[in-house]
């Protein structure tokens, strides 16, 4: 474990005012990585400590046949959790149950250990090697959630979404009339039905994932013509103005110093393409859903069990039925895959239209544009004004 340690936060002193909170409107924006050294264990892990305890308190939970079993069980792993806590802070000269500063390898490593080593203990090799993998895919998913702030970039994609439309509301109208016609046509096919209605679990899902990874490629390959113009400044006045309503409108910028684009890691482009794809994945995802939840309805409404038997040639599995009018209809489970198919479709298409579409691409490109140029201001002046970073 780590020596001496104190968080970033408390270990560093600003000569300006007003650093700290710049670094958390980074975060609420989705853009962890434009923090100056954004470390795993101070910035990224110490986030998600409270999923992670809870996570491992689940694991911890005795699933047991007998009392002393689940003894058994809590008796290993909440003494490590504990153990583990207090050791680590110690470590760090801190107060043994303050919040931990760090968490590195050997913390993590509990994380994976503590809940498996009961069912070693108690001749459960299988059920401890099924934990142990399950943990590390949840560090890694962890990891990417954290690090690269999705959750607060989804919260403000969700808000960006409104100036979207407001900016490509036409040009969206006028596409979904289109796409509805083409998709509708796909619906009453039948082999359509035989591909999907069947398709089940992982390859579902991978057929799905096809879509939507070929989407976000193309989505990404359109903004990124947006990125070198926004992070480039002709002088200090014009960051000041662009980053005239974020907190660090209040910093003076270093007029002896050159006004020049801070270089991106690998890191740092990733999720500035993150951000810039945002709010037109997010679109795309609104006219998935409209469509999945248009044919669904429409679905409900037209398509009765002998029509899936016919189409699929198979029975068919339905959910829930209702009678009206003398007529019975069902909620198939074929029905709601065919769906999810042609909503993700959609979502595709959408993207790809979005790409072609003049009209759409330029409202698009006027609100990524701004909203890239504000963020790079912010961070200039926050790099500038940094007595680590001359």
Request: proline share 6%.
């Amino acid at each position: 474990m780590p020596g001496d340690e104190r968080s970033d936060l408390e270990e560093r002193e600003f000569d300006e005012p007003g650093l700290d909170e710049i670094e958390r409107w980074f975060l609420r924006r989705g853009i962890p990585h434009f923090i100056a050294d954004y470390d795993t264990d101070r910035r990224v892990f110490t986030r998600s400590l409270p999923f992670l305890v809870v996570v491992y308190l689940l694991a911890a939970a005795p699933i047991a046949s007998t009392w002393s079993e689940a003894a058994t069980e809590l008796a290993i792993s909440l003494p490590i959790l504990v153990g583990t806590w207090v050791v680590s802070n110690l470590a760090r000269r801190r107060q043994p149950f303050s919040r931990p500063a760090a968490i590195g390898p050997w913390e993590l490593s509990v994380f994976v250990i503590g809940p498996a080593l009961p069912h070693l203990v108690l001749g459960e090799p299988a059920v401890a090697l099924a934990w142990a993998i399950a943990a590390s895919v949840i560090l890694g998913l962890t990891y990417v959630v954290t690090s690269y702030g999705l959750v607060p970039l989804f919260l403000w994609g969700l808000r960006q979404l409104m100036a979207t439309l407001r900016g490509a509301g036409a040009a969206t109208t006028r596409a979904l009339p289109l796409l509805l016609v083409a998709v509708t046509f796909f619906f009453i096919t039948a082999e359509v039905w035989q591909v999907f209605a069947g398709l089940r679990g992982v390859p579902y899902g991978l057929a799905l994932s096809l879509f939507l990874i070929a989407g976000l490629g193309f989505v990404a390959t359109s903004v990124r013509g947006d990125i070198e113009p926004a992070r480039t400044f002709d002088n200090w006045d014009e960051v000041s103005a662009a980053a005239a309503t974020t907190p660090a409108a209040g910093l003076s910028p270093p007029v002896d110093q050159p006004c020049e684009p801070v270089p991106l890691n690998l890191r740092q482009r990733l999720n500035v393409m993150l951000v810039a794809v945002t709010s037109q994945l997010l679109l795309s995802v609104v006219v998935a859903l409209v469509i999945g939840c248009f044919f669904l309805v429409f679905g409900f409404l037209v398509i009765d069990a002998g029509i899936v038997e016919a189409w699929t040639l198979g029975e068919a599995n339905v959910w829930w039925s209702v009678s009206i009018s003398g007529q019975e209809l069902v909620l198939t489970e074929q029905l709601v895959r065919v769906s999810g198919f042609l909503a993700t479709f959609s979502g595709f298409y959408f993207g790809v239209y979005s790409v072609s579409e003049p009209a759409l691409q330029e409202g698009l490109s006027d609100n990524t544009e701004a909203g890239l140029r504000e963020l790079f201001a912010a961070r200039r002046l926050y790099l500038a004004v940094r007595p680590d970073q001359h």
